[in-house]
């Protein structure tokens, strides 16, 4: 029996060079099983790397892959318990979606009889909603269909762990919502061990139980994505995970109450308490607002009471985006931000008007003071 408390996939210093290009540098990580796992980062940074790894297609050049606690630098991919379901599917289309999921199922030694092969398809179709397509031709399907046939014939071999190599990213928004909700409900009905890599910050947010964000071949941070939305390490992190407003400026003065950063400009923003050891007085910092952090009114007294910062700006662009109005304001001395007005905010007046002066700030419970890149 599997020790439980041994993570199902490990990377111990696990370095990946190309020549001169390093793709992984000195990774470490542990996944646990059951987790739903996303790898998140710009192009080039690592990650698609790091599931070619897990798979078993690339062998560290430095560093050891662990699975269940077993070193499989040198276990070739069919050996590994793990299955692939790649961006473009990978279907066979001169095979019906049957044949498709059944693949694997032939390829076993022993090879399972008809009838158990017949059952287990089955069993997948009902998993992934798609009872009755048994004979249906791969190009007669739509793409989230197609996707769904590739996850059946990953799942069907029962592995520990199912690596999604950006599955989403051939479909529309609407049906790439909707296959995430789908894929989220699978991975907690079947309890594998799901690791996803996207380059889409909202996707990794939506689906996960912990993100991965990755730059240049090494981890810049791991958590869940309400840390890393909230309680971003550095700059890097607060400006790739969601949006975010950012003042740079000098620590002027630190006391009990919170940390008075002076900018550039010379404007004084009063932020909360540093709670991390790593400002000190005099560092450079930025300081990271959220746009739905911020508040922008006509009437300077509905500012919020204890303010970080509240100061005149004009209204330079307006995106209306449904639940909410996205503003583009400017200010002198602190350049240009932005503010997301909720639509339940604005039933009392009208929107801000392009070139409109309103008042805007921000409390200081609601900026990060982040030092380093």
Request: charged share 25%; hydrophobic share 40%; aromatic share 6%.
């Amino acid at each position: 029996m599997t020790d439980s408390s041994v993570p199902v996939i490990e990377f111990q210093n696990v370095t990946k060079r190309y020549g001169d290009v390093v793709a992984t540098d000195a990774m470490s990580l542990a996944v646990t099983k059951g987790e739903f796992l996303s790898f998140l980062g710009p192009s080039g940074c690592g990650k698609t790397t790091s599931l070619r790894l897990i798979a078993g297609f690339e062998a560290p050049t430095e560093g050891n892959v662990l699975l269940d606690g077993e070193v499989v630098n040198d276990l070739p991919a069919y050996q590994r318990p793990v299955n692939m379901v790649f961006q473009h599917y990978a279907l066979f289309p001169h095979f019906n979606v049957a044949d498709n999921i059944a693949y694997g199922l032939r390829q076993r030694s022993p090879k399972p009889s008809s009838a158990e092969i017949a059952r287990q398809v089955d069993e997948m179709l009902e998993l992934v909603q798609l009872s009755g397509f048994q004979h249906r031709r791969i190009w007669e399907m739509s793409g989230g269909q197609q996707q769904r046939v590739a996850l059946a014939r990953a799942l069907v071999n029962r592995p520990k762990v199912l690596l999604l190599d950006e599955p989403l990213a051939a479909l529309d928004r609407k049906l790439r919502r909707e296959m995430q909700i789908e894929l989220q409900t699978l991975q907690r009905n079947v309890g594998i061990t799901f690791i996803l890599v996207t380059h889409d910050q909202e996707e990794a947010l939506s689906m996960s139980d912990r993100v991965c964000l990755m730059r240049q071949g090494q981890i810049v941070q791991i958590g869940s994505p309400r840390e890393l939305y909230d309680h971003p390490t550095n700059r890097y992190v607060a400006d790739f995970v969601g949006k975010s407003n950012f003042f740079e400026g000098a620590v002027d003065g630190i006391a009990r109450d919170g940390v008075n950063v002076k900018l550039d400009s010379g404007v004084m923003l009063k932020t909360p308490p540093d709670k991390t050891g790593r400002v000190s007085a005099g560092s450079r910092v930025s300081v990271s607002v959220r746009p739905e952090q911020m508040v922008a009114v006509r009437d300077r007294k509905r500012l919020p009471a204890s303010p970080g910062l509240a100061a005149e700006a004009q209204v330079i662009n307006r995106i209306f985006l449904g639940e909410h109005t996205e503003y583009l304001l400017r200010n002198t001395e602190l350049g240009e931000f932005l503010v997301l007005s909720p639509r339940q905010n604005e039933l009392g007046e009208r929107p801000f008007d392009i070139g409109e002066t309103v008042h805007a700030g921000f409390s200081r419970e609601s900026a990060l003071v982040l030092g380093g890149t």
